[in-house]
C-alpha cells in the first residue's frame, strides 16, 4: 500500500515564528488531507488538497502531485498552533486514508 | 458549516462489556467510515461503509467489531466484548460520494478507555 511520510516529527517554536511541514507520498494520490490533532485529542480538518495551493487564514498549503509531496505553512504561529498536524492519502483502489506519523508542534511563548 | 458529530467523547468502560459509539455524518453524505488511534500511534483505518454494507475493511475490524446505520442519521461501531487493547481514540468520518478523490470529513472522536 501507500506509504505516507511526514517531517519533521518534532518541531518547537516561538510565538509568532513560521514553519513548514511536509509530507511525502510513495504513490501518485488524487486526495491529500491534512489535520490538526489537538491537545484534547480531537482531530479537526484543514485541508483537501490533492494539487495546488490553499490557504486559511495563517495556514496555507500547497501539494505537487507530481513529486509525490505536500506542504502545510503555518505563518506568526500561536500556541493554539499546538498539537499533532497529520496527512493522509489513500491508496490505489481504495477508500481508505492512509496517515503518516505526524508531525507534534509545541509552539512556546 | 456541516459536520460530522460524535458521541460520547469520552466512553470508560470494563473489560468483557459491550460498547456502542455513534455517529452522525453529514446530512447528504453517503460513505461513512471508522478509524482508530491508539495512544500515541497513527490513525488507522478499521471500515468503510456503503448502501447498507461494508465496502472495505481493515485487518483490524474482526469479528468483535461490528457496523449499523439503524436510522437515516445515526452511524454506529459496536465492540461486542472489549479488550484492553481497545482502548483507543475512534474516529468516524462521511464523504458525499465513494472514490478516493473525495474528501472525508472527519469527527472530533471519541475516547474509549477500558479497564
Known amino acids: 500500500g501507500i506509504q505516507v511520510e511526514q517531517s519533521p516529527p518534532d518541531l518547537i517554536l516561538q510565538e509568532g515564528a513560521n514553519s513548514t511541514l511536509r509530507c511525502n507520498f510513495s504513490d501518485s494520490v488524487n486526495n491529500l488531507q491534512w489535520f490538526h490533532q489537538n491537545p484534547w485529542g480531537q482531530l479537526i480538518n484543514l485541508f483537501y488538497i490533492p494539487s495546488g495551493t490553499k490557504q486559511n487564514g495563517r495556514l496555507s498549503a500547497t501539494t505537487v502531485a507530481t513529486e509525490r509531496y505536500s506542504l502545510l505553512y503555518i505563518s506568526s504561529s500561536q500556541t493554539t498552533d499546538s498539537g499533532v498536524y497529520f496527512c493522509?492519502?489513500?491508496?490505489?483502489?481504495?477508500?481508505?486514508?492512509?496517515f503518516g506519523k505526524g508531525t507534534k508542534l509545541s509552539v512556546i511563548p | 458549516e456541516p459536520e460530522v458529530t460524535q458521541t460520547p467523547s469520552h466512553q470508560v468502560t470494563q473489560m468483557g462489556q459491550e460498547v456502542i459509539l455513534r455517529c452522525v455524518p453529514i446530512s447528504n453524505h453517503l460513505y461513512f467510515y471508522w478509524y482508530r488511534q491508539i495512544l500515541g500511534q497513527k490513525v488507522e483505518f478499521l471500515v468503510s461503509?456503503?448502501?447498507?454494507?461494508?465496502?472495505?475493511k481493515s485487518e483490524i475490524f474482526d469479528d468483535q467489531f461490528s457496523v449499523e446505520r439503524p436510522d437515516g442519521s445515526n452511524f454506529t461501531l459496536k465492540i461486542r466484548s472489549t479488550k484492553l487493547e481497545d482502548s483507543a481514540m475512534y474516529f468516524c468520518?462521511?464523504?458525499?460520494?465513494?472514490?478516493?478523490?473525495?474528501?472525508?470529513?472527519f469527527g472530533p472522536g471519541t475516547r474509549l478507555t477500558v479497564t
Open positions: 461503509f456503503y448502501n447498507n454494507e461494508i465496502s472495505e
Open positions: 468520518a462521511s464523504s458525499r460520494w465513494g472514490g478516493a478523490e473525495y474528501e472525508q470529513y
Open positions: 493522509a492519502a489513500p491508496g490505489a483502489g481504495s477508500y481508505q486514508l492512509t
